[in-house]
Nanobody, 114 residues
Framework: QVQLVESGGGLVQAGGSLSLSCAAS????????MGWYRQAPGKQRELVAG??????EYADSVKGRSTISRDNAKNTVTLQMNGLKPEDTAVYYC?????????WGRGTQVTVSS
């Protein structure tokens, strides 16, 4: 069983930065995918960024403004977001994909004011 706990959300002005962290408990290997999705009101949940074995992927909407990193020893994944825009406002969910199983955190709210 894997549990994910997010931290670091909050209110920030447009152009500002936030760092989201996710701490995982349980057995997670570096080959397992970890990352972040987000869901804005009235919209579907969408991938923000993912990382596995040093390989990363980003949504086009955040590419160039965000960096995902992972500490395998501590089982943590961090998303650094810069140049935040009001359209980045959403609940951000940490996820981990272990084989066919996907685990989710409870989410952390990010609100970007214009």
């Amino acid at each position: 069983q894997v549990q994910l706990v997010e931290s670091g959300g909050g209110l920030v002005q447009a152009g500002g930065s936030l760092s989201l962290s996710c701490a995982a408990s349980g057995s997670i290997f570096r080959s397992d995918v970890m990352g972040w999705y987000r869901q804005a009101p009235g919209k579907q949940r969408e991938l923000v960024a993912g990382i596995t074995s040093g390989s990363t992927e980003y949504a086009d909407s955040v590419k160039g403004r965000s960096t995902i990193s992972r500490d395998n020893a501590k089982n943590t994944v961090t998303l650094q977001m810069n140049g935040l825009k009001p359209e980045d406002t959403a609940v951000y969910y940490c996820y981990a994909r272990l084989g066919i199983s996907v685990y989710w955190g409870r989410g952390t709210q990010v609100t970007v004011s214009s």
